[in-house]
């Protein structure tokens, strides 16, 4: 396998001596956790078991619970080591308090683990960053593997799994793979966008040493609530605008998705799905959430989700695959009103984009 630029060997050799010194180990990712935030973090935690120590006290910390589509990868034991915040705050706060060392996967700002950001911020634990976002705040961590030119987080975590010691002379633990695997199917739209040659030579090297691909995309794809599918019909029958910019956009407002029973997380790829039309460069799903919608961008190849959400949507992320939010209130106070500043700002963007 290729050795790249961006992992050192003296910086995996300090990874897992960080892990060997500490006592006890938090592993946290950021809120609303999807694929590649569960994926990466439960791959870690079981190189952690099996590759350093059995009995270290290791522990998955979530602000907001994992969505269904991915509870597959939890074993009975994997949910006893969790800690959710939001549904007990004192036990995870406390537990973070506890640790000497913490590990932060797929988030570049303590701001992006929701609750827990505060007790992150107070922690004097030692911090290690693997994440793959632009923009990170490395001021705060002790050592920080930040790569944008990578699939996902899961890939890369896999690249420094492997160059550490034990990960070299032992190779993954087979726990690790199937996480692996799915972090990388998810944040990559099932291999649709942000896939490198090393996204594939990992791919490779995961499925020879035993993940199982097919399992993962029948629990991904194909075992959906009915509720999503009568959803989104909804949705692209009497929602879905395309602008003359070829801009595609959907807005689902909190009553919609209370009729339907919709759960966080199972909106997930409503997004991509405008882009299979021809005049279509862009798309834009926004959810409501309280006084707020949060927005997902997708982009076609030559335009950029990643600055349209910078300019007018508080937010950023990747080239083609971003997000951000609108905030209600102002100007802005119905389901309209957001429509309408959807259309100027994309307007504009295009305007000034094509000039």
Known sequence: MREHPYISDADTVRFEDLLRQASTVGIVTHTRPDGDAVGSCLALKHFIRER???????????DTEAPEAVRFLFSPADGDQTLVHRPDPAAAESFVAACDLLICLDFNHFSRAGGLEAVLQASKARKILVDHHPGPDLSRFDLAFSETEVSSTCELLFRILSRCPSGREEGLPKACLDPLLTGI?????NFANSVFGA??????????????????LEHLYNEYPERRIRLLGHLLDRELV??????????????????????????????????AIDRVKMSLFLRQDGDQYRVSIRSKKGWSAQR?????????????ASGGKVRLG???REKADVAAWIERCTEIFFHDENR
């Open 52 to 62: 350093i120590d059995a009995g270290k006290e290791c522990r998955i910390l979530l």
């Open 199 to 216: 996204t594939l030579e990992t791919v490779s090297t995961l499925l020879d040493a035993g993940a199982d691909r097919e399992t993962i």
């Open 185 to 189: 199917t998810t944040d990559t739209n």
């Open 242 to 275: 395309l602008t003359g910019r070829g801009v595609a956009y959907m807005i689902l407002d909190a009553g919609t998705a209370d009729s339907y029973g919709i759960l966080e997380g199972e909106t997930e790829g409503f997004v991509n799905i405008p882009l």
């Open 308 to 320: 349209l959400a910078a300019r007018f949507f508080e937010g950023g992320g990747h080239e083609q």
């Open 330 to 332: 102002g100007d802005l």
